[in-house]
């Protein structure tokens, strides 16, 4: 394995007066370095990055990391900057910059050496020793942990020991340390969640406290041991994605913070852990309730409050979806297979256990669609059943499932799915609240909360609810199939807008699963949702590979790269084909690609055209009803997303050719990456 960082990739006086300035002044040292293959692409990563969360760190520490395909060896690259730069930490300016680059496959060894630098960087000495030192070779070495090995051994001999003493010494005098467990990640993976873990361990040794961690990073994750959870008096949360297996945790006082809390003031998480653990505050905890506290305060924690409903909402539907989808696309994908071989006759046809020729299409067609069909007939159960297991572990998967069955039966369809999993997953945390004695705690899970859960929501969904959905689904099914004219042209301006504004985000997810959900039950209006909503999706990728191809001089030789890789990724719908140019310069791609959209949906709904398959791209072509009009559909709206990030992005540049620019480094090079 190469060197992590050489002198060639220190720079101890750092010119760059903003971060993505620094961004680039660092690496360029790698590409010089022959470590990244593409400057601009890999700054376009860096970007996005940054978009989720600063990166900035208190005591003057900034680290821009990312993982990029355009990485062929993880490097670290070090900057020393006199004036500092502004990388969003609350007490100011860092002063100390790490650029961090991992391959985008990077291994568990490169994540532990890139994790090693993160934890020292927790260290007052380390950071003392970067400010002052003069060589960058032994700087580089520094960073490498290639100390003396003298030095090493006195902070082992002098600093380790202290909290083993202070715990060796309240053990002897009878008394056992305050035993806290804490789980730390991050998005990324490689940083946050390792300087977090060093932090709330170091804080540990400071106040006598002992500190188990477990790091959630991108290279997976050990797990504590049961028995050091058992005899932990709290636990705390220092995350900004989902802590795995959560309820491990339950019935402990529970800290749940950003990742960024857990770095930034470990001190008063463990003082706060402790007054929690006194006042026998025990936190009800689910495998995805979110399990927050809503008054930690947490300033740190990225987007909405943890303890918002509607965020645990859409988490908890996109659950539901997510496992659904695979069913819907096997099953849709075999449905409409099937009738492209025999027509749509093939859905009425004989059961092939009875009626099977091996010779004639017509039974191969008709195996296709019956196969399909037994895909589907799981679609609303499998929605329901998931939805309830992401708000309630898998207690809840047995009243999930046999709610969204009953909506089947009762004719409740899609909109009785989502009702009976939420229903099904409140019941199951209702009854997980209610105290029980320790002899009944083993069969909760497998008898009791299912057999209960399941009577509940079953009564609720036969008796109570069940007819008013199956009502407001046909009226919904109605208003879908006597769409005509500019309602239905609106409504494809909608779906197009969403599909494109995240180019696989929430909304595009949304939309998405609106019409897929249509298809549980597919209608002439339903398909034609469907239609639309795919054709909108390959518009983004499909202009910005237009736009690349006819005004070349308006983009970098990176992104005229991707602008080849993204006339394969629009037709095979992969919308996400999109964003490195909407990373790069999201104020002009984005409004761009959503005014397409909106064409491209506006012009499928007129058109009528259809799709069974709950998939986009040419491949599905054969599959769609009015093939010719659908394609015009999605030609129109390439070209008007096409026109516009052309027009937008021949207003800004200044000068006609940015080529020559290629080589410019510093706040001034139009081609930094734009981060809105």
Request: hydrophobic share 50%.
């Amino acid at each position: 394995m190469s060197e992590l960082i050489t002198a060639e990739l220190v720079d101890l006086d750092l010119s760059a007066a903003t971060k993505d300035a620094a961004a680039r002044s660092l690496a360029e040292r790698m590409v010089a370095a022959h470590r990244v293959t593409d400057l601009d692409g890999f700054l376009a990563d860096v970007a996005a990055r940054e978009a989720q969360m600063p990166t900035g760190l208190d005591g003057g520490i900034g680290i821009p990391h990312c993982r990029s395909e355009h990485v062929n060896a993880p490097t670290l690259a070090f900057g020393r900057s006199a004036a500092g730069i502004d990388f969003g930490a609350a007490d100011g300016p860092a002063d100390l910059v790490f650029l961090i680059a991992a391959p985008a496959g990077a291994d568990d060894d490169h994540l532990t050496i890139l994790s090693g630098l993160a934890r020292r960087l927790m260290d007052p000495e380390f950071t003392a020793a970067l400010r002052t030192g003069r060589d960058p070779a032994a700087v580089a070495a520094l960073i490498r942990g290639e100390e003396p090995a003298e030095e090493p051994a006195a902070e082992e001999e002098g600093t380790a020991p202290e909290p083993e003493t202070e715990t060796e010494t309240a053990e002897a005098a009878g008394s056992v340390p305050f035993r806290i467990v804490a789980v730390t990640s991050c998005p990324t993976g490689i940083a946050h969640t390792y300087m977090a873990a060093e932090s709330l361990a170091a804080a540990g040794r400071a106040e006598g406290v002992e500190v188990t961690v477990e790091t959630q990073g991108s290279g997976g994750f050990k797990k504590l041991d049961p028995a050091v959870i058992a005899a932990a008096d709290a636990v705390i949360w220092a995350h900004d994605v989902e802590v795995r297996e959560r309820t491990r945790f339950r019935g402990k006082p529970l800290v749940d913070v950003g990742v960024k809390a857990g770095i930034n003031r470990p001190a008063e998480l463990i003082a706060e852990a402790r007054r929690k653990a006194e006042r026998g505050e025990i936190a009800a905890v689910s495998e995805a309730d979110g399990g927050k506290d809503s008054g930690d305060g947490d300033a740190d924690r990225s987007g909405a409050d943890h303890a918002h409903f509607g965020v645990r909402l859409r988490t908890y539907l996109m659950s539901g979806v997510s496992y659904m989808v695979p069913f819907v696309a096997a099953g849709g994908l075999l449905i409409a297979l099937s009738f492209a071989i025999g027509g749509y006759e093939t859905a009425s046809a004989k059961s092939v256990a009875d009626h099977f020729v091996w010779g004639e299409a017509d039974s191969w067609a008709a195996l296709l669609n019956q196969i399909g069909s037994a895909a589907f007939a799981f679609l609303v159960p499998v929605l329901a059943g998931y939805i309830a297991y992401g708000m309630a572990d898998r207690p809840a998967l047995v009243p999930g499932f046999v709610g969204g069955s009953i909506a089947l039966t009762v004719n409740a369809g899609f909109l009785g799915g989502l009702v009976a999993g939420l229903l099904a997953g409140a019941v199951v945390m209702a009854i997980q609240r209610v105290p029980v004695h320790a002899t009944l705690r083993g069969i909760m899970p497998v008898l009791v909360i299912p057999l209960i859960a399941s009577a509940v929501v079953g009564f609720l969904m036969f008796i109570v609810a069940g007819k008013p959905i199956a009502s407001l689904q046909n009226a919904l099914t109605d208003w879908l199939n006597g769409l005509s004219g500019s309602n239905a042209v609106i409504l494809g301006v909608v779906l197009g807008l969403m599909m494109c504004f995240d180019m696989g985000g929430p909304l595009n997810k949304v939309a998405y699963a609106f019409a897929v959900g249509g298809l549980a039950d597919p209608t002439d209006g339903s398909l034609k949702v469907m239609a639309a909503v795919m054709a909108a999706g390959m518009v983004p990728p499909l202009a910005m590979a237009l736009a690349t191809t006819v005004r070349k001089k308006l983009f970098t030789k990176t992104e005229r790269e991707n602008g080849r890789a993204a006339w394969v990724l629009g037709a095979s719908f992969i919308t996400e084909g999109a964003i490195p140019f909407a990373a790069a310069d999201p104020l002009r791609v984005i409004p761009s690609v959503m005014a397409g959209g909106a064409v491209t949906g506006a012009l499928s709904m007129a058109f009528g055209a259809t799709l069974r398959a709950p998939h986009g791209g040419v491949f599905v072509v054969p599959l769609i009803g009015e093939p010719f009009l659908y394609l015009l559909a999605i030609a129109a709206g390439t070209l008007v997303a096409t026109a516009l990030v052309v027009l937008l992005k021949g207003a800004r540049r200044a000068a006609p050719d940015p080529a020559g620019a290629a080589g410019a480094s510093g706040s001034g090079d139009p081609r930094v990456p734009v981060v809105a």
